[in-house]
T-cell receptor, first 112, second 113 residues
């Protein structure tokens, strides 16, 4: 079945550092890929998405590119802020956007 | 506020009791999902509705779990004969058709003593 593998956390960075959170997936066909974020005390919310190979999703300075050849969707940000501290979940959905499968999450802590 | 609403937010129960959670989705969304999340893990898919039809249910889901979505509006998730292993956060999400973007509620935390 479909699955998502994320790098384990926690990830601790200093403010303005470069962020990469790795995500790889296993799925049949051509899934849509997502990053969700959960800020402390809040519910999960969509951060960005990409629906086909080579698409780049972007939002709030975060980017991720759908790489079919490496089955990856790594999350990047050039300069993190303390307010980016949260748990980040990579997810995928098959054709028709039915079941959405999540990774285990990566906790990011940004220190001043 | 027109977001996804879940009730109760916290439930403490004794082993063997039944519990029911309610989810009120965003009104124009026809898809509704239930997930379970334990500490340090990602959301685990439980079941999914399109309107009132339950289209998929996790094979991992015990028959003690049942979900309904009468009239395609709110949904309930019932857990019968609760066990300590059922302790978790139960998340509801809704989505419009054909977007893949889930809108989550804040969850209902279950503690089974």
């Amino acid at each position: 079945g479909d699955s998502v593998t994320q790098m384990e956390g926690p990830v601790t960075l200093s403010e303005e550092a470069f962020l990469t959170i790795n995500c790889t997936y296993t799925a049949t066909g051509y899934p849509s890929l997502f990053w969700y974020v959960q800020y402390p005390g809040e519910g999960l919310q969509l951060l960005l998405k990409a629906t086909k190979a080579d698409d780049k999703g972007s939002n709030k300075g975060f980017e991720a590119t759908y790489r079919k050849e490496t089955t990856s969707f790594h999350l990047e940000k050039g300069s993190v802020q303390v307010s980016d501290s949260a748990v980040y979940f990579c997810a995928l959905s098959g054709r028709g956007y039915q079941k959405v499968t999540f990774g285990t999450g990566t906790k990011l802590q940004v220190i001043p | 506020d027109t977001g996804v609403s879940q009730n109760p937010r916290h439930k403490i129960t004794k082993r063997g009791q039944n519990v029911t959670f309610r989810c009120d989705p965003i009104s124009e969304h026809n898809r509704l999902y239930w997930y379970r999340q334990t500490l340090g893990q990602g959301p685990e898919f439980l079941t999914y509705f399109q309107n009132e039809a339950q289209l998929e249910k996790s094979r991992l889901l015990s028959d003690r779990f049942s979900a309904e979505r009468p009239k395609g509006s709110f949904s309930t998730l019932e857990i019968q004969r609760t066990e300590q292993g059922d302790s978790a956060m139960y998340l509801c999400a809704s989505a419009p058709a054909n977007t893949g973007e889930l809108f989550f509620g804040e969850g209902s935390r279950l503690t089974v003593l």
